[in-house]
Structures are given as structure tokens and as C-alpha cells.
């Protein structure tokens, strides 16, 4: 059964606090991703990575970064914590070329920052 | 500018009748569609895609049409439940291959 992990259902932090979300997917895939989701506006792409040290920004990375050490493992970074960073996270995860190209998502991070 | 929408009232069906959601689109030209159903407070799980040269597909009681013309996927669950109760995102490859852009969803309510 495939899977993928986040570390952290949900997480309260203040504001200008460090916080890594952590996500990890055991089905070898090359592609990771981290959304964001909040309402009205649907899921919006942070950032995504292709390959091992491999980054690239998405629609929203602003206040942001990522890290990709290991290919199972794909960190999320609030380099200094903000209100308007209160969200849910989610990762997913794919590899291109199987054929469905169908996302594989984890179950989110609830996050909020006081 | 690129767009995806769908419609954010929440749509509410009868037990037994057929759902059908929308999913319009504007200056795309996606190599396919995804259609998502997620949960409350869960992480979204794949459906169906569709390919730019499929007109439908179909899987168990789902169906999805994608009419390039008229930049319009629609997605049918027929004979519908209670357990089918859930918001559904449309997804549209662009911008570079892997990634992947995400309508805002609808929510399908359906009642006994």
C-alpha cells in the first residue's frame, strides 16, 4: 500500500519561529510537492523537487524554502514563522513515465501561527 | 491570465440521482485533466484523467468528459450515495510537465 507521510498532523507555533514540516513517501518517487490549501482559494503549489537536491519554486514560495536530501524525503521550511502563513500543508508525490501520473498525497498539516 | 474553476456553492443531489460537477478552464491547453475527491481534514486521492485526444472515461459509477473546444471537463457520478459526499478538485497538468494547477473544488452533498 503506498504511502505518504507528513510528520506533524497538526502543529501550533508563534510567530518568527522556525518550522519544518516533514514528509516522507515510500514508493520511490522522483517527484515531490508541497501545496498549500486554504478556502476559496483551492491548493496552491510552494514548491516542488524532480530529483535529489533538486528545487524549484512554484506559484507561491515567497517565505518558503525546501530541502531534499534523501529521495524519500521532502522538507518544507517557514524560515520565520507569520499569521498569514496559518494554513494546511500538504505533500504529494509521483513519478513520472507509470503511466496515470495520478498525485499521491499525505494527510496534511494543520498549521497555525499565533 | 491562466484559470480554473469550478463552481463554489456546494452542489446538493438526492440518493440514486446523477452528480454532475464542472470544471472550466482558460488560456491552457492542458495534455490532461485529473479530477481529485477529498475529504475533510484529508490529503485529496486521484480519480480519473483524462488525455487532450479522450473524449470520456469511465470508472464504476464515475465519468469524466473533457471538450477541449469548449475548455470543459465535466464529471458524472451516477446512482449517487451518501458516501459520495465530499469536495471534488479538477487538476490541470501546465507550466513544465509536473506540476500540476488545481481548481478550487466543489463540494457534493448527497442526501437520503
Known amino acids: 500500500d503506498v504511502k505518504v507521510t507528513q510528520s506533524s498532523r497538526y502543529l501550533v507555533k508563534r510567530t518568527g519561529e522556525k518550522v519544518f514540516l516533514e514528509c516522507v513517501q515510500d514508493?520511490?518517487?522522483?517527484?515531490m510537492f508541497w501545496y498549500r490549501q486554504d478556502p476559496g482559494l483551492g491548493l496552491r503549489l510552494i514548491y516542488f523537487s524532480y530529483d535529489v537536491k533538486m528545487k524549484e519554486k512554484g506559484d507561491i514560495p515567497e517565505g518558503y524554502s525546501v530541502s531534499r536530501e534523501k529521495k524519500e524525503r521532502f522538507s518544507l521550511i517557514l524560515e520565520s514563522a507569520s499569521t498569514n502563513q496559518t494554513s494546511m500543508y500538504l505533500c504529494a508525490s509521483y513519478s513520472p513515465g507509470a503511466g496515470v501520473d495520478e498525485q499521491f498525497f499525505g494527510p496534511g498539516t494543520r498549521l497555525t501561527v499565533l | 491570465s491562466q484559470k480554473i474553476e469550478q463552481n463554489s456553492e456546494a452542489l446538493n443531489i438526492q440518493e440514486g440521482k446523477t452528480a454532475t460537477l464542472t470544471c472550466n478552464y482558460t488560456?491552457?491547453?492542458?495534455?490532461?485533466l485529473q479530477w481529485y475527491r477529498q475529504d475533510p481534514g484529508r490529503g485529496p486521492v486521484f480519480l480519473l484523467l483524462?488525455?487532450?485526444?479522450?473524449k470520456e472515461k469511465r470508472k464504476e459509477r464515475l465519468k469524466v468528459t473533457f471538450d477541449t473546444t469548449l475548455k470543459q471537463s465535466l464529471f458524472h457520478i451516477t446512482a449517487s450515495q451518501p458516501a459520495d459526499s465530499a469536495t471534488y478538485l479538477c487538476?490541470?497538468?501546465?507550466?513544465?510537465?509536473?506540476?500540476?494547477?488545481f481548481g478550487t473544488g466543489t463540494q457534493l452533498k448527497v442526501e437520503l
Open positions: 514508493m520511490d518517487h522522483e517527484n
Open positions: 483524462i488525455r487532450e485526444n479522450e
Open positions: 487538476a490541470l497538468v501546465g507550466g513544465g510537465g509536473n506540476k500540476l494547477t
Open positions: 488560456n491552457y491547453s492542458p495534455a490532461y
